[in-house]
């Protein structure tokens, strides 16, 4: 309170002393902002760690839980087995063609109890889990390797004691073991080869292409055993029973969408909560990182630039420039005004045009002020793609709002989308996001009916990313948090149903050219631009710009 009179008191004329009270006011309310900015920082970053620490706690759960259940199936499964197993290979050497109900039930027992064991184990591990991969590789091998060696056991004594029975078909047995040693000694041979993969994605594909390959083979033996016995006894032998389980199986193993049904059938049974499901797929992207660890790289790699310091040509594709990085500066989290999405196949003329009228808008709103953005090709570091990459999260807490140029091919960016979900996700007020279409000159109706048409299609697996390996990444990050896709679209579809997006473009006059930035708020309304057609044709980018 007191500064304003101090140039007065050290002889400053009166001129002066007025112009230095004018800038008091001026002074404590930019004080003030940096306290609010300091303060919704804190919030910011308080948001994020609680949201990601909830997500890492959901993770634990959700793979301690899942591995809970499957082994305890498996363990039951087994218990099965071995109960019906040794009865079921004496009665087989009394009479081949016993074909009573006991025996039906005592064989189709015994086939559900095998496959129910390797299938039950196989569901284990999450799509990120590479020890309990290898784990469940191992276990299942040394398994079959006992079941083996113990089934032989059986049938040596079971030979041994009838010796003279003229039932007994002494070829068939052996082949029958040689038969099994064979796919079991293939199957481990296969499961080691497998475990030493270094990727978890390609581990994951060769254990359940193993466990195909077992099965197929298993499928052929047990097909010329139940055509010889049918043939042999002139009666539906119990035999049928193992033929229909190994069928069974196979299909299971070969149907990657069924697995992940049951995985996410899992995945739900046990996180019930959508949010958590989110929070888990939040701590996904993070990674290895904690969360301390997290928010400290992002706080010291956080940037913003201005569009002001843009051009065209600098939005007008996504050639790497590492001197746009330079134009960029060190930004606390929660001081950015916006964290941009986008998709760089969309009309890059359309999308400066709606950039452009988006800076005019906060410009109107803020007294002048120039917005700061987060926006990719600027603000990541050429040098260090992986580690801004890992900070992508952070960054989007750091932001006060989403603006989401959204084009026909923006929900085909796997990336967009786990943008627009982490932000939406992330404790943060639907009225902080803007939508913003981006469609072509010419082409405008049919640019909207594209974008309906991707919301009302969304499937995560059709999207891409510039890197396959981001995209395998990104899909186990889903595979993890929601045991499949089909939640995650779901999810990703609430979120546009929420602002009632789809219904807004159906409904809205189609825009021209002069408006295609226009703003998609939350409140449903589609707002069309103002600006009169010389001030769009202003705003069109030139050869020169």
Same mark, same amino acid.
């Given at each position: 309170?007191?500064?304003?009179?101090?140039?007065?008191?050290?002889?400053?004329?009166?001129?002066?002393?007025?112009?230095?009270?004018?800038?008091?006011?001026?002074?404590?309310?930019?004080?003030?902002?940096?306290?609010?900015?300091?303060?919704?920082?804190?919030?910011?970053?308080?948001?994020?760690?609680?949201?990601?620490?909830?997500?890492?706690?959901?993770?634990?759960?959700?793979?301690?839980?899942?591995?809970?259940?499957?082994?305890?199936?498996?363990?039951?499964?087994? @218990?099965?087995?071995?109960?019906?197993? =040794?009865?079921?290979?004496?009665?087989?050497?009394?009479?081949?063609?016993?074909?009573?109900?006991?025996?039906?039930?005592?064989?189709?027992?015994?086939?559900?109890?095998?496959?129910?064991?390797?299938?039950?184990?196989?569901?284990?591990?999450?799509?990120?889990?590479?020890?309990?991969?290898?784990?469940?590789?191992?276990?299942?091998?040394?398994?079959?390797?006992?079941?083996?060696?113990?089934?032989?056991?059986?049938?040596?004594?079971?030979?041994?004691?009838?010796?003279?029975?003229?039932?007994?078909?002494?070829?068939?047995?052996?082949?029958?073991?040689?038969?099994?040693?064979?796919?079991?000694?293939?199957?481990?041979?296969?499961?080691?080869?497998?475990?030493?993969?270094?990727?978890?994605?390609?581990?994951?594909?060769?254990?359940?292409?193993?466990?195909?390959?077992?099965?197929?083979?298993?499928?052929?033996?047990?097909?010329?055993?139940?055509?010889?016995?049918?043939?042999?006894?002139?009666?539906?032998?119990?035999?049928?029973?193992?033929?229909?389980?190994?069928?069974?199986? @196979?299909?299971?193993?070969?149907?990657?969408?069924?697995?992940?049904?049951?995985?996410?059938?899992?995945?739900?049974?046990?996180?019930?909560?959508?949010?958590?499901?989110?929070?888990?797929?939040?701590?996904?992207?993070?990674?290895?990182?904690?969360?301390?660890?997290?928010?400290?790289?992002?706080?010291?790699?956080?940037?913003?630039?201005?569009?002001? !310091?843009?051009?065209?040509?600098?939005?007008?594709?996504?050639?790497?420039?590492?001197?746009?990085?330079?134009?960029?500066?060190?930004?606390?989290?929660?001081?950015?005004?916006?964290?941009?999405?986008?998709?760089?196949?969309?009309?890059?003329?359309? =999308?400066?045009?709606?950039?452009?009228?988006?800076?005019?808008?906060?410009?109107?709103?803020?007294?002048?002020?120039?917005?700061?953005?987060?926006?990719?090709?600027?603000?990541?570091?050429?040098?260090?793609?992986?580690?801004?990459?890992?900070?992508?999260?952070?960054?989007?807490?750091?932001?006060?709002?989403?603006?989401?140029?959204?084009?026909?091919?923006?929900?085909?960016?796997?990336?967009?989308?786990?943008?627009?979900?982490?932000?939406?996700?992330?404790?943060?007020?639907? !009225?902080?996001?803007?939508?913003?279409?981006?469609?072509?000159?010419?082409?405008?109706?049919?640019?909207?009916?594209?974008?309906?048409?991707?919301?009302?299609?969304?499937?995560?697996?059709?999207?891409?990313?510039?890197?396959?390996?981001?995209?395998?990444?990104?899909?186990?990050?889903?595979?993890?948090?929601?045991?499949?896709?089909?939640?995650?679209?779901?999810?990703? =579809?609430?979120?546009?149903?929420?602002?009632?997006?789809?219904?807004?473009?159906?409904?809205?006059?189609?825009?021209?050219?002069?408006?295609?930035?226009?703003?998609?708020?939350?409140?449903?309304?589609? @707002?069309?631009?103002?600006?009169?057609?010389?001030?769009?044709?202003?705003?069109?980018?030139?050869?020169?710009?």
């Amino acid at each position: 309170e007191n500064i304003g009179d101090v140039p007065c008191r050290r002889g400053v004329s009166e001129a002066a002393a007025g112009d230095y009270d004018e800038q008091v006011p001026q002074l404590w309310r930019s004080k003030q902002r940096v306290d609010e900015s300091s303060s919704d920082e804190e919030l910011a970053l308080e948001a994020f760690e609680k949201r990601c620490l909830t997500g890492q706690n959901v993770l634990l759960r959700l793979r301690f839980r899942v591995c809970i259940a499957t082994f305890t199936a498996s363990a039951a499964f087994t @218990l099965l087995y071995v109960v019906t197993l =040794k009865p079921r290979i004496t009665k087989f050497f009394d009479d081949v063609c016993i074909n009573d109900l006991e025996a039906h039930v005592r064989v189709s027992l015994s086939e559900i109890g095998f496959h129910g064991v390797i299938l039950s184990m196989s569901l284990a591990p999450l799509a990120d889990d590479i020890w309990l991969t290898r784990a469940v590789l191992g276990l299942t091998s040394a398994g079959l390797g006992l079941a083996v060696t113990w089934g032989q056991s059986i049938m040596t004594r079971a030979e041994a004691a009838r010796n003279e029975d003229p039932q007994r078909l002494p070829w068939v047995n052996l082949v029958l073991s040689q038969m099994y040693v064979i796919l079991a000694a293939g199957f481990g041979i296969c499961s080691v080869r497998v475990m030493f993969y270094q990727d978890v994605h390609k581990m994951q594909i060769g254990m359940w292409l193993t466990i195909k390959a077992f099965l197929l083979a298993l499928l052929v033996v047990k097909v010329c055993l139940v055509v010889y016995l049918t043939w042999k006894c002139h009666a539906l032998v119990p035999a049928w029973w193992s033929l229909l389980c190994t069928v069974a199986s @196979l299909v299971f193993a070969g149907n990657a969408p069924v697995r992940e049904l049951v995985k996410a059938k899992l995945n739900r049974a046990f996180e019930r909560r959508s949010s958590e499901r989110a929070a888990a797929g939040i701590a996904g992207l993070v990674g290895t990182f904690t969360v301390k660890e997290a928010l400290q790289e992002a706080t010291a790699r956080f940037r913003s630039v201005q569009i002001s !310091d843009l051009a065209y040509d600098d939005i007008a594709d996504n050639t790497p420039c590492p001197a746009l990085f330079q134009r960029t500066s060190a930004c606390h989290l929660h001081a950015c005004d916006a964290f941009v999405s986008h998709s760089w196949h969309d009309d890059s003329e359309a =999308k400066w045009l709606g950039m452009q009228m988006w800076r005019e808008r906060h410009r109107n709103k803020n007294g002048g002020q120039e917005p700061t953005m987060w926006f990719d090709k600027c603000c990541i570091d050429q040098n260090n793609i992986d580690r801004d990459l890992r900070c992508l999260p952070v960054f989007l807490s750091g932001c006060k709002k989403l603006v989401v140029f959204v084009g026909p091919t923006y929900l085909s960016r796997l990336w967009c989308i786990m943008e627009l979900f982490t932000f939406t996700h992330m404790c943060r007020s639907v !009225d902080q996001i803007q939508f913003i279409p981006v469609v072509s000159h010419g082409s405008q109706k049919e640019d909207l009916d594209r974008i309906m048409s991707s919301i009302e299609n969304f499937d995560a697996g059709k999207c891409n990313c510039y890197s396959a390996a981001d995209k395998e990444r990104l899909l186990r990050i889903i595979h993890v948090a929601f045991g499949g896709l089909e939640e995650f679209n779901i999810a990703v =579809k609430r979120i546009f149903g929420m602002v009632g997006l789809q219904y807004s473009l159906s409904a809205a006059p189609r825009p021209s050219y002069k408006s295609c930035g226009a703003e998609l708020s939350y409140n449903s309304a589609f @707002l069309t631009d103002e600006a009169n057609d010389s001030e769009a044709e202003d705003l069109r980018p030139t050869a020169t710009s």
